[in-house]
């Protein structure tokens, strides 16, 4: 197992003992279904931005993630752009001037955290697929 791997599978726990633990809210979980369930991803902020969206595709589209930093925790909202309270604030990003795949998640952060309304992204970096509304935030998240 890699150190990579390691790292992610112990962050993963550590984000699932502070759900257990805690109502929600104190987490901020901004997504939740039409079941009333808040899907959780998790992700390290020198992976591929690529790959978390794969992993917010295979929780059904939309989530939560949970990404560590080296400077802390931030919380990214996946949301619907069909329901989202105000598509037209974020910033349009499906078209050509979508993230590369190769950007990491940490610069996709960085840019999110100067977006207050957010940015429409595609659901997938190599596809035309819907759009989705992304909204970072970065606070003291106990994890």
Known sequence: MTDDIRELDEFRREVHFALANDSGDDLGLAV???????PVVVALGDERLAVLLRRVQAVGGFANAFVRRTDGVAVVAFLDANGAIDPASADDMTGDDRPSADATVDIFI?????KPGGVLLPKSLA?????????????????
């Open 32 to 38: 939740v279904d039409v079941d009333g369930n808040s």
């Open 110 to 114: 960085d840019y999110l955290l100067n």
């Open 127 to 143: 596809t035309e697929e819907s759009a989705q509304i992304v909204r970072a935030r970065q606070e003291p998240v106990s994890v």
